[in-house]
């Protein structure tokens, strides 16, 4: 540097503390934080409760994706499905969980006001451990390579089909049960 020259960082800022650069231990002695004018206490407060909240949402999905996800084995148990066979088990449960999820919805949406951590511990927690579409793929892989490409390509179209079956069937289902209920 020459001697004509002020010490200046890589922005064109002087080095060092100033009035309004902290050094390395902080603010100067007796001067406050800078301060962004732009977030007040009560935005602080606002973000802190919602991270709690998060970590309440986050703690209800994985207790209720636990849940599903037992329930999904127990199911296994109960109709367990031969290897290189056709995975009814599997198809069965993605389509039960489906048809609970038109169901669920639309009584949580349209019917009953709902405590804001159902909806994430069952639709979201549960039924999605209990839905089991990684299994899904699995299946159709195992399937393809037993040498059953046409009973896999069925059971990929099936699975969609009786899935969206399902969901459209348990909310159309519950609409009209619903409106009858309130019609007599």
Same mark, same amino acid.
């Given at each position: 540097?020459?001697?004509?020259?002020? *010490?200046?960082? +890589? $922005? %064109?800022?002087?080095? /060092? *503390?100033?009035?309004? =650069?902290?050094?390395?231990? %902080?603010?100067?002695?007796?001067? *406050?934080? *800078?301060?962004?004018?732009?977030?007040?206490?009560?935005?602080?407060?606002?973000?802190?409760?919602?991270? =709690?909240?998060? &970590?309440?949402?986050? +703690?209800? #999905?994985?207790?209720?994706?636990?849940?599903?996800?037992?329930?999904?084995? %127990?199911?296994?148990?109960?109709?367990?499905?031969? +290897?290189?066979?056709?995975?009814?088990?599997?198809?069965?449960?993605?389509?039960?969980?489906?048809?609970? #999820?038109?169901?669920?919805?639309? +009584?949580?949406?349209?019917?009953?006001?709902? &405590?804001?951590?159902? =909806?994430?511990?069952?639709?979201?927690?549960?039924?999605?451990?209990?839905?089991?579409?990684?299994?899904?793929?699995?299946?159709?892989?195992?399937?393809?390579? $037993? /040498?059953?490409?046409?009973?896999?390509?069925?059971?990929?179209? $099936?699975?969609?089909?009786?899935a969206m079956a399902a969901v459209a069937a348990g909310a159309f289902g519950t =609409?009209?049960?619903?409106? &009858?209920?309130?019609?007599?």
């Open positions: 540097m020459r001697s004509d020259e002020s *010490p200046q960082g +890589a $922005a %064109g800022e002087p080095d /060092g *503390p100033g009035p309004d =650069r902290p050094g390395p231990d %902080g603010p100067e002695p007796g001067r *406050p934080e *800078p301060v962004d004018p732009d977030v007040t206490p009560a935005d602080v407060r606002r973000w802190r409760e919602s991270r =709690r909240s998060r &970590h309440g949402v986050l +703690a209800v #999905i994985a207790a209720g994706g636990s849940l599903g996800a037992l329930a999904r084995f %127990g199911a296994s148990l109960l109709w367990p499905t031969p +290897a290189g066979a056709f995975p009814w088990t599997t198809l069965t449960v993605n389509a039960v969980g489906c048809l609970v #999820i038109g169901v669920f919805l639309v +009584a949580v949406t349209e019917v009953f006001t709902a &405590h804001p951590l159902l =909806r994430p511990f069952f639709g979201t927690g549960f039924l999605g451990g209990f839905t089991t579409f990684s299994t899904y793929c699995v299946d159709i892989e195992r399937l393809v390579d $037993a /040498g059953r490409a046409a009973t896999a390509l069925v059971y990929l179209a $099936a699975t969609a089909v009786a =609409r009209r049960l619903l409106s &009858h209920r309130s019609a007599s």
